[in-house]
């Protein structure tokens, strides 16, 4: 099974609005990581939050870390339609994997003009 | 400068057939890294190679091999291909195998018959 877990599946939203995901993992990490993907092609790194930081910002983007709850959520604010993407937290295999990494499943995410 | 190229984009094979996907990571990365996406799913990481050398390998077969040569470039082998190989066959780079992000290619779409 996987190590992280996206929740939604899938979300759609209009332009402006914002768009929240959350990522669930099992077992203890030395960072997370959010990539983004469009259309089934390349991923695209986003951001890299490590376990003891709580909370980093990257533009639009925040990203939260909670260890205690082995959870994360990725916000986009005031989203566009090219927003649009598939979105993926990805976390290191073990304890000793580097950037060797395990993805979740994904959120669709569809943003309407 | 150029980021990770894969090739070829798009490849269709018959069942037993053996294929070869190629890899060239991005300028002064020495570290890739494969990953197979299913259909509305996300990555596996099937093996990683730095200095030539597989280091960790995922949950895959044998019939999936790997090579890594001295300019960092990277070639993935499937031998006798199966229907459910059809997927998403992506390559990451990085420098080094620490907690750092990666850095993805286009991707292979590989179509088993």
């Known amino acids: 099974s996987q190590q992280g877990e996206e929740d939604p599946q899938a979300l759609s939203i209009q332009e402006g609005e914002n768009a929240t995901m959350n990522c669930s993992y099992k077992?203890?990490?030395?960072?997370l990581q959010w990539y983004r993907q469009n259309s089934g092609r390349g991923l695209v790194h986003l951001i890299l939050i490590r376990s003891n930081e709580r909370e980093k910002h990257s533009g639009r983007l925040r990203v939260t870390l909670d260890t205690s709850k082995k959870s994360s959520s990725l916000l986009i604010t005031a989203s566009r339609a090219a927003d649009t993407a598939s979105y993926f937290c990805a976390t290191p295999m073990n304890n000793n994997a580097g950037n060797m990494l395990t993805f979740g499943g994904g959120t669709r995410l569809m943003v309407k003009p | 400068d150029a980021g990770v190229t894969q090739s070829p984009t798009h490849l269709i094979k018959t069942r037993g057939q053996q294929v070869t996907l190629r890899c060239s990571p991005k300028?002064?990365?020495?570290?890739v890294s494969w990953y197979q996406q299913a259909l509305g799913q996300g990555p596996q990481f099937i093996f990683q190679?730095?200095?030539?050398?597989?280091?960790q390998r995922g949950n895959f077969p044998d019939r999936f091999s790997g090579h890594q040569f001295p300019n960092y470039s990277s070639e993935l082998n499937v031998n006798a291909l199966l229907l459910g190989d059809s997927a998403l066959y992506l390559c990451a780079s990085s420098s080094g195998t620490g907690y750092e992000k990666l850095f993805f290619g286009s991707g292979t779409q590989l179509s088993v018959l």
């Open positions: 077992t203890s990490i030395n960072n």
């Open positions: 300028s002064g990365h020495d570290t």
């Open positions: 190679y730095y200095e030539e050398e597989e280091r």
